[in-house]
């Protein structure tokens, strides 16, 4: 076996050095009330965006807790979503100007993303347009939140094979997305919460042997070229984190901490075999949501699963992808055990 070279040597000694130095200047990290935090953020940026854990009860609660507090709509403009179809932002633009929008209409705008999948068919998607569409019934027009609906726009009726439906998708989501903020947020002077899955939110690049380290996701698309600096947070529902820091599972929920300098970002983000890549290098705070095993998952409604047209149409639509190799369980499978379909 050949022995390792004198200056790859270093390097290692090096590497190792920096990142102990590192630990030992990590301070432990604060709980601050969320709420609080995020409008200050809005402070020194003019994007600042949340992850959204697919699903996720606690972090849906959060969300509209957020929205609905005062001092939102007096800093904030725009909310840029995941989960809904730019062909559809004339109707939801009308609907939380307060118009009569039919509910046949307004579900076009999750139902018809370019996901195959039912995750925006969950209730906590609905319920943020309609909490909008409540808080803005009790503002001025001119100080009204607008939605931005960030997923591209695909006529569905145009999509019958999965080359159908990736020839839309090879343009970028995040890609309109970014288009999408430039143009309608940036580009007038506003503000704007950003609700994205997570992996759209990260700076890092975490597969291994990467050619470049950072990553391709909303906010690396935004802060790599200096379109805009974005404040970021990551609703961290898997992981115990007394795993990072030991007294994090006794604090109050929920609770935002600060990740650049403290115990909580030197934590590691990633596992083995990936990239090691820390938590401040991905968000630049952590919400507390509770302990794992408080976190619970939203259901789709009984009475969308007795409609045979909806579930005709998902299963139509999830049969257009391939599953993922070895994967135990398909989508449509998820579909028929959500529903209760034998």
Known sequence: MRGISTSALAVCVAVVAAAALHAQSATPAKPIEPIAAIIQAFQTHSLVAIGDPHGNEQAA?????????????ATVNDIVVEFGSARYQDVVDRFERGEDVSADSLRHVWQDTTQVEFDWDLPPYEELFRAVRAVNMSLPQDRRLRVLLGDPPIDWTTIHTGRDLMSVMEAGRDEHAVRVI?????????????????????????????????????????????????????????????????DASAWPVPSLALTKGTTLGNGLFTAAPQREVRVEDQFDALLYLGPPSAMTKAKLAPMLCADRQYVDMRMSRLALVAPPPGAPITPADLLKVECGIK
Do not use: C, M, S
């Not at 509209?64 to 939102?72: E, G, N, P, T």
């Open 61 to 73: 609660a959060f969300r509209l807790k957020l929205i609905r507090d005062r001092r939102f709509a």
């Open 182 to 246: 430039q143009t309608e947020v940036l580009a007038k002077g506003r503000k704007a919460l950003i609700i994205y899955g997570d992996q759209h939110l990260i700076r890092r690049n975490a597969i291994p042997n990467a050619p470049q380290p950072w990553a391709r996701g909303l906010v690396a698309q935004l802060e790599r070229p200096g379109i805009a600096t974005v404040f970021t947070v990551h609703p961290e529902t898997r992981r115990d984190w007394n795993t990072w820091q030991t």
